[in-house]
């Protein structure tokens, strides 16, 4: 089957999401990022790359963060921004996802940088810009329902390989809600396709999703034996909004069998790290002894974030039709 | 002026020359500083850098953020960072590229040298001019002129021990 993300040379077109994505142009993406991170030192931060281009940012659901961090890595790279907060316009108004896509063609777009809560959405646009041969413009997926954040897997990627430099010999444990993480899944596609040998779900029975074993990743609902020698560990948000139905009995009970305390990260390797794509809940899913101790790498993940999505921005916007 | 022949370009023999040109130029200078161009010109750099007493003040630029054929062709499939490790605001700079041709590449560079701050002098050096200016771009510095055929590129090669070599190549592209 044809990658819809690939053009017809190979090339990233668009970025749908990690599933698939050829190891060489997730090593493209890394590498190109690490030569990002030096400009947002520099008097001046940032580059001509994108002068000229215009990238909207359609939030269809609400990421103050994510948005923001598209918004910088957008600006470093001169290209013009422009946030579009689609669920108090047009779509409220009754206009369809395809409607909207093509009344911001016309305004000349290059980029849609597009969050959804429902899964497919950045794929069904990008489809519809092949359909009406609009191949110069470009999607990134900032997240869509359950499926995909690539953009956060790859940032998690970057994070884990400036940590550790070699995948090929780790122990990965992502931990949490599973079963509603967009996060969890992009991470393990990518994980997997660049040869993490062990990758470990963490979580209650109620918050893992089947099927991850046919993934390759060995489930632990005891916490204590899951984090046993890992050398990552990656913390999920526990996602209230979209908890519909008694899956949790309450924070504080889900805090006691899950939350990351000290005494639980103790198990891991001394040397292991400890990441978090935020907004983390303090005393729900993680200490603040650990959140601020010298584990953690979260803020770290907030830095190298804008470096990889200028990289991924640069790469698609250089990508030819 | 009078041109090699781009077969005959004695590598070890350029540098030399090169070393001897940048020396007397920067004698006296203010806050002198070398900045090679990947990747040809970063290994001059570096070896000047050292020849001329000045490792604490090297800097490497990758100009793919700044070139002028992205839109054409892209980013490369291999970007290097830039690392500019001293102050740029006041310093005299001797950029530095391996073969001096359109231009275009020197003109990328002096852009990203002024985002780290404004340089009071920057200064050319190059091995080898092979002409075909398509910029209004001088060197400073330069050990050898030639020219070669519009689809041949010289390409400096460094071995083990440091050494250079040039070779050339035809185009692929």
């Given at each position: 089957?044809?990658?819809?993300?690939?053009?017809?040379?190979?090339?990233?077109?668009?970025?749908l999401?990690?599933?698939?994505?050829p190891?060489?142009?997730?090593?493209?993406?890394?590498?190109?990022?690490?030569?990002?991170?030096?400009?947002?030192?520099?008097?001046?931060?940032?580059?001509?790359?994108?002068?000229?281009?215009?990238?909207?940012?359609?939030?269809?659901?609400?990421?103050?963060?994510?948005?923001?961090?598209?918004?910088?890595a957008?600006?470093?790279?001169?290209?013009?921004?422009?946030?579009?907060?689609?669920?108090?316009?047009?779509?409220?108004?009754?206009?369809?996802?395809?409607?909207?896509?093509?009344?911001?063609?016309?305004?000349?777009?290059?980029?849609?940088?597009?969050r959804?809560?429902?899964?497919?959405?950045?794929?069904?646009?990008?489809?519809?810009?092949?359909?009406?041969?609009?191949?110069?413009?470009?999607?990134?997926?900032?997240?869509?329902?359950?499926?995909?954040?690539?953009?956060?897997?790859?940032?998690?990627?970057?994070?884990?390989?400036?940590?550790?430099?070699?995948?090929?010999?780790?122990r990965?444990?992502?931990?949490?809600?599973?079963?509603?993480?967009?996060?969890?899944?992009?991470?393990?596609?990518?994980?997997?396709?660049?040869?993490?040998?062990?990758?470990?779900?963490?979580?209650?029975?109620?918050l893992?999703?089947?099927?991850?074993?046919?993934?390759?990743?060995?489930?632990?609902?005891?916490?204590?034996?899951?984090l046993?020698?890992?050398?990552?560990?990656?913390?999920?948000?526990?996602?209230?909004?979209?908890?519909s139905?008694?899956?949790?009995?309450s924070?504080?009970?889900?805090?006691?069998?899950?939350?990351?305390?000290p005494?639980?990260?103790?198990?891991?390797?001394?040397d292991?790290?400890?990441m978090?794509?935020?907004?983390?809940?303090?005393?729900?899913?993680?200490?603040?002894?650990?959140?601020?101790?010298?584990?953690a790498?979260?803020?770290?993940?907030?830095?190298?974030?804008?470096?990889?999505?200028?990289?991924?921005?640069?790469?698609?916007?250089?990508?030819?039709? | 002026?009078?041109?090699?022949?781009?077969?005959?370009?004695?590598?070890?023999?350029?540098?030399?020359?090169?070393?001897?040109?940048?020396?007397?130029?920067?004698?006296?200078?203010n806050?002198?500083a070398?900045?090679?161009?990947?990747?040809?010109?970063?290994?001059?750099?570096?070896?000047?850098?050292k020849?001329?007493?000045?490792?604490?003040?090297?800097?490497?630029?990758?100009?793919?953020?700044?070139?002028?054929?992205?839109?054409?062709k892209?980013?490369?499939?291999?970007?290097?960072?830039?690392?500019?490790?001293?102050?740029?605001?006041?310093?005299?700079?001797?950029?530095?590229?391996?073969v001096?041709?359109?231009?275009?590449?020197?003109r990328?560079?002096?852009?990203?040298?002024?985002?780290?701050?404004?340089?009071?002098?920057?200064?050319?050096?190059?091995?080898?001019?092979?002409?075909?200016?398509?910029?209004?771009?001088?060197a400073?510095?330069?050990?050898?002129?030639?020219?070669?055929?519009?689809g041949?590129?010289?390409?400096?090669q460094?071995?083990?021990?440091?050494?250079?070599?040039?070779?050339?190549?035809?185009?692929?592209?």
């Amino acid at each position: 089957m044809l990658n819809p993300q690939l053009n017809k040379h190979g090339e990233l077109q668009h970025l749908l999401t990690t599933e698939g994505l050829p190891k060489a142009i997730i090593n493209q993406i890394l590498d190109t990022a690490s030569s990002f991170v030096s400009v947002s030192d520099r008097e001046v931060k940032k580059v001509p790359l994108m002068r000229g281009k215009s990238v909207f940012n359609l939030f269809f659901e609400n990421s103050t963060r994510t948005r923001t961090t598209f918004e910088i890595a957008a600006k470093r790279l001169s290209a013009d921004v422009i946030n579009l907060n689609i669920a108090a316009s047009s779509a409220s108004k009754g206009e369809s996802l395809l409607d909207t896509i093509d009344n911001l063609s016309a305004m000349h777009a290059d980029m849609f940088v597009v969050r959804h809560s429902q899964s497919g959405a950045p794929y069904l646009i990008a489809k519809h810009l092949q359909d009406t041969k609009q191949n110069h413009v470009h999607v990134v997926n900032a997240g869509d329902g359950r499926h995909a954040h690539p953009t956060q897997g790859l940032l998690d990627m970057y994070t884990i390989r400036h940590y550790k430099k070699d995948f090929t010999n780790l122990r990965v444990a992502i931990v949490g809600d599973i079963l509603h993480s967009r996060v969890a899944r992009s991470d393990i596609h990518a994980l997997t396709t660049l040869g993490v040998p062990e990758i470990r779900a963490i979580g209650p029975h109620t918050l893992l999703p089947g099927g991850l074993e046919q993934l390759g990743v060995r489930t632990f609902t005891n916490m204590d034996e899951g984090l046993k020698d890992v050398d990552v560990i990656i913390m999920l948000r526990l996602q209230n909004e979209r908890m519909s139905g008694a899956l949790l009995p309450s924070a504080g009970e889900y805090f006691r069998a899950y939350g990351l305390t000290p005494e639980r990260l103790a198990l891991a390797k001394p040397d292991a790290i400890v990441m978090h794509p935020g907004p983390m809940n303090r005393g729900v899913e993680i200490d603040s002894a650990v959140a601020d101790g010298p584990q953690a790498v979260i803020l770290s993940q907030v830095t190298f974030g804008i470096a990889v999505r200028m990289a991924v921005m640069s790469i698609l916007a250089g990508t030819q039709a | 002026m009078s041109h090699t022949d781009p077969q005959q370009l004695d590598a070890e023999a350029l540098y030399a020359s090169l070393l001897e040109q940048v020396k007397a130029g920067i004698a006296g200078a203010n806050e002198p500083a070398i900045v090679g161009i990947h990747s040809g010109g970063a290994w001059i750099a570096e070896r000047l850098a050292k020849d001329l007493n000045l490792t604490a003040r090297l800097g490497v630029l990758d100009v793919s953020f700044y070139r002028d054929d992205y839109a054409k062709k892209g980013l490369p499939a291999e970007v290097k960072p830039t690392h500019i490790g001293f102050d740029v605001n006041g310093a005299t700079i001797v950029l530095v590229d391996d073969v001096l041709y359109t231009g275009r590449t020197t003109r990328a560079a002096i852009n990203e040298l002024f985002d780290y701050g404004r340089p009071a002098r920057i200064m050319l050096a190059s091995l080898v001019d092979r002409g075909e200016r398509q910029l209004p771009v001088a060197a400073d510095f330069v050990a050898a002129h030639t020219r070669c055929a519009a689809g041949q590129a010289l390409r400096l090669q460094q071995t083990g021990d440091g050494k250079f070599s040039l070779t050339l190549e035809q185009n692929h592209a």
